[in-house]
């Protein structure tokens, strides 16, 4: 083995002993090179979504020299010419409907109307692909005709690109810097995917008044696909977690009965379903969960890894500590405001309260932006080194 | 404590009920008015029931939504009658950001408590706020920002709401807005739930 893959391997077994409520050599670090990284490279956030290559440059000249564990990749997290080639609705990118410096926004409708139910839980993909399809992109408005044919082939094939391109770059940041990827495969709460990419947010909160039992009926039909999603996306990948960014979720968008009744039991299921198959769920909680913190804590055990942002992060320790992994510890807001001696304060502090016992991953709370500065990012780094040997 | 069967209604979510109220009391020949202002005793029921606890987003989206489709009956009728605002607020989400939720939200609680409330819609440049403060001279003007990426053009505004002479209170609001970015921005007021802004507006207004 050489140098570099013997740094792999310390580093992917402080990970797995953390996921597993272990106490390794030290508190194992996750990091992401985020967009912040463009202040100090000259190019604008345009460039670096519309082009893989610059994007990917940026992160291996940043990544040698910095000792962390676990890495959550780049800057860029959509490659948006797949989105341009189907003419998709879902997004805003930098320089395509926002400024060339504003960063990737999700453009919420209600592109799943009241009426469309009974089609969508009868046969959601079926729906999705006649329906949803084209009502998401200008290109895919006629299925099967010529424009719209030309174009999901030209989207497929973008997509195709991105993932062996993207996979290239993995491989060469593992191999050259014994970094570990935090995950593999993706997917969501079926609340979220009703209320996120179908009904949105209004629509869907609606519904809970209007049609509560439509939005039973979606969930569970969408549940046994959200399953196999974050399994096959992984291929046969149980080692690492897979993502699962939660939204409705948190406090206080649903009341608690709204919460017990309409969001928990299919994302229970979706997380059973996936534990019985060996995979584990990176619950993504954004935003404050701490009401529900009782609920989660009937998951079985190791289950998840539960990401802490807003929530009380001293009552998840209480509460989930020992049974589940907690992620997180760093408020995003204080790469942002705060100074590297704030930074490395405020880390030793989370060793005490959090880390303490194990199953503990060092990580910021939620999705760094351009605002971070990247003396706090390498201040994190560094003092979860100095302080984290247990 | 609620007596009008009206306010009642829509502070307990009950659309149906209130859809037959607003138009047997406006068969009867009661005020468009006097509706409105029963309805919105019920919205701020509700939104003192959110601030204990009782009531989540969930309830208050529903009730704005109610409120809403009653005004689209009461409102071409209220023309022409003495309709007083409490005032002028000027809305909007700052440039680069496109999040409305929260935005809406307050929006909708301001009007149910008799704002005259300007909505710039969102992504909205730092031009477009001064000048409609300028035409409505509006006392107050609420920002809103999801993305953190995004405070720096919330202080970008206000810096130029600032060059530009106005002394405009202005009150900042989202997930991720604390006292440190109230501070960086240079804002008077945060919000940290959806009805803070009604308490920050009716401290202003009262005035």
């Given at each position: 083995?050489?140098?570099?893959?013997?740094?792999?391997?310390?580093?992917?077994?402080?990970?797995?002993?953390?996921?597993?409520?272990?106490?390794?050599?030290?508190?194992?670090?996750?990091?992401?090179?985020?967009?912040?990284?463009?202040?100090?490279?000259?190019?604008?956030?345009?460039?670096?979504?519309?082009?893989?290559?610059?994007?990917?440059?940026?992160?291996?000249?940043?990544?040698?020299?910095?000792?962390?564990?676990?890495?959550?990749?780049?800057?860029?997290?959509?490659?948006?010419?797949?989105?341009?080639?189907?003419?998709?609705?879902?997004?805003?990118?930098?320089?395509?409907?926002?400024?060339?410096?504003?960063?990737?926004?999700?453009?919420?409708?209600?592109?799943?109307?009241?009426?469309?139910?009974?089609?969508?839980?009868?046969?959601?993909?079926?729906?999705?692909?006649?329906?949803?399809?084209?009502?998401?992109?200008?290109?895919?408005?006629?299925?099967?005709?010529?424009?719209?044919?030309?174009?999901?082939?030209?989207?497929?094939?973008?997509?195709?690109?991105?993932?062996?391109?993207?996979?290239?770059?993995?491989?060469?940041?593992?191999?050259?810097?014994?970094?570990?990827?935090?995950?593999?495969?993706?997917?969501?709460?079926?609340?979220?995917?009703?209320?996120?990419?179908?009904?949105?947010?209004?629509?869907?909160?609606?519904?809970?008044?209007?049609?509560?039992?439509?939005?039973?009926?979606?969930?569970?039909?969408?549940?046994?696909?959200?399953?196999?999603?974050?399994?096959?996306?992984?291929?046969?990948?149980?080692?690492?977690?897979?993502?699962?960014?939660?939204?409705?979720?948190?406090?206080?968008?649903?009341?608690?009965?709204?919460?017990?009744?309409?969001?928990?039991?299919?994302?229970?299921?979706?997380?059973?379903?996936?534990?019985?198959?060996?995979?584990?769920?990176?619950?993504?909680?954004?935003?404050?969960?701490?009401?529900?913190?009782?609920?989660?804590?009937?998951?079985?055990?190791?289950?998840?890894?539960?990401?802490?942002?807003?929530?009380?992060?001293?009552?998840?320790?209480?509460?989930?500590?020992?049974?589940?992994?907690?992620?997180?510890?760093?408020?995003?807001?204080?790469?942002?405001?705060?100074?590297?001696?704030?930074?490395?304060?405020?880390?030793?502090?989370?060793?005490?309260?959090?880390?303490?016992?194990?199953?503990?991953?060092?990580?910021?709370?939620?999705?760094?932006?351009?605002?971070?500065?990247?003396?706090?990012?390498?201040?994190?780094?560094?003092?979860?080194?100095?302080?984290?040997?247990? | 404590?609620?007596?009008?069967?009206?306010?009642?209604?829509?502070?307990?979510?009950?659309?149906?009920?209130?859809?037959?109220?607003?138009?047997?009391?406006?068969?009867?020949?009661?005020?468009?008015?006097?509706?409105?202002?029963?309805?919105?005793?019920?919205?701020?029921?509700?939104?003192?029931?959110?601030?204990?606890?009782?009531?989540?987003?969930?309830?208050?989206?529903?009730?704005?939504?109610?409120m809403q489709d009653s005004m689209v009956i009461l409102e071409p009728l209220l023309i022409g009658s003495n309709a007083e605002y409490k005032g002028s607020i000027v809305m909007g989400t700052v440039?680069?950001?496109?999040?409305?939720?929260?935005?809406?939200?307050?929006?909708?609680?301001?009007?149910?408590?008799?704002?005259?409330?300007?909505?710039?819609?969102?992504?909205?440049?730092?031009?477009?706020?001064?000048?409609?403060?300028?035409?409505?001279?509006?006392?107050?003007?609420?920002?809103?920002?999801?993305?953190?990426?995004?405070?720096?053009?919330?202080?970008?505004?206000?810096?130029?709401?600032?060059?530009?002479?106005?002394?405009?209170?202005?009150?900042?609001?989202?997930?991720?807005?604390?006292?440190?970015?109230?501070?960086?921005?240079?804002?008077?007021?945060?919000?940290?739930?959806?009805?803070?802004?009604?308490?920050?507006?009716?401290?202003?207004?009262?005035?």
């Open positions: 083995m050489n140098e570099k893959e013997m740094l792999y391997q310390k580093r992917l077994e402080r990970y797995m002993t953390a996921m597993d409520c272990g106490k390794p050599d030290m508190v194992p670090v996750a990091f992401g090179v985020g967009e912040w990284i463009t202040k100090y490279t000259g190019t604008t956030l345009q460039e670096i979504y519309y082009d893989l290559d610059k994007s990917n440059n940026v992160v291996s000249e940043m990544l040698p020299g910095l000792d962390f564990d676990i890495f959550k990749g780049g800057p860029a997290l959509w490659w948006p010419p797949m989105f341009d080639a189907m003419g998709s609705k879902l997004y805003k990118f930098p320089g395509m409907g926002v400024d060339e410096n504003s960063t990737f926004q999700f453009n919420e409708q209600e592109y799943m109307k009241a009426d469309d139910y009974d089609e969508f839980i009868a046969s959601p993909t079926e729906w999705l692909v006649n329906h949803y399809l084209p009502n998401i992109s200008t290109e895919l408005e006629n299925p099967g005709s010529y424009r719209s044919t030309v174009a999901l082939i030209k989207g497929a094939a973008a997509f195709a690109m991105q993932g062996g391109i993207m996979a290239a770059a993995w491989g060469k940041w593992t191999m050259e810097n014994g970094i570990v990827g935090q995950g593999t495969g993706f997917t969501k709460a079926p609340f979220d995917t009703l209320g996120d990419a179908l009904r949105g947010m209004k629509g869907v909160l609606l519904d809970l008044r209007r049609r509560p039992e439509k939005v039973l009926a979606a969930c569970d039909a969408i549940t046994p696909h959200n399953v196999n999603c974050g399994l096959a996306g992984a291929g046969a990948d149980t080692r690492f977690p897979c993502f699962a960014p939660l939204h409705r979720g948190a406090y206080p968008f649903l009341n608690p009965k709204q919460w017990d009744t309409f969001y928990w039991p299919s994302l229970k299921a979706t997380i059973e379903g996936m534990w019985a198959k060996g995979k584990r769920m990176l619950f993504y909680a954004e935003g404050d969960w701490t009401p529900y913190l009782e609920k989660i804590a009937e998951l079985p055990d190791k289950s998840i890894i539960f990401q802490i942002d807003t929530t009380d992060a001293k009552k998840a320790k209480k509460i989930l500590g020992g049974r589940f992994c907690l992620q997180g510890g760093v408020p995003t807001t204080l790469l942002t405001y705060g100074t590297p001696e704030k930074v490395k304060e405020h880390i030793k502090r989370t060793f005490d309260e959090l880390a303490c016992d194990g199953g503990f991953i060092l990580d910021t709370g939620g999705v760094v932006m351009g605002d971070a500065k990247k003396e706090n990012a390498i201040a994190m780094i560094e003092a979860a080194r100095k302080y984290g040997i247990y | 404590m609620l007596t009008d069967a009206l306010s009642i209604a829509i502070a307990e979510l009950e659309e149906e009920q209130v859809a037959g109220l607003v138009k047997e009391r406006l068969d009867s020949g009661i005020s468009p008015l006097e509706i409105v202002n029963s309805l919105q005793q019920g919205m701020a029921e509700a939104g003192s029931r959110f601030e204990t606890g009782e009531y989540f987003l969930g309830e208050l989206i529903m009730c704005g939504e109610i440039k680069g950001d496109i999040h409305d939720l929260g935005k809406n939200i307050v929006v909708m609680l301001l009007k149910g408590s008799g704002y005259n409330v300007i909505d710039l819609g969102v992504d909205v440049s730092k031009e477009k706020f001064i000048e409609a403060i300028k035409e409505s001279n509006a006392p107050l003007v609420g920002m809103s920002v999801l993305l953190t990426g995004c405070q720096e053009s919330m202080k970008e505004t206000i810096e130029a709401i600032r060059a530009a002479g106005l002394n405009t209170k202005v009150l900042i609001g989202g997930n991720y807005i604390d006292d440190i970015v109230k501070d960086y921005v240079g804002a008077d007021y945060s919000a940290q739930a959806a009805t803070d802004g009604i308490k920050v507006a009716d401290e202003i207004f009262s005035v």
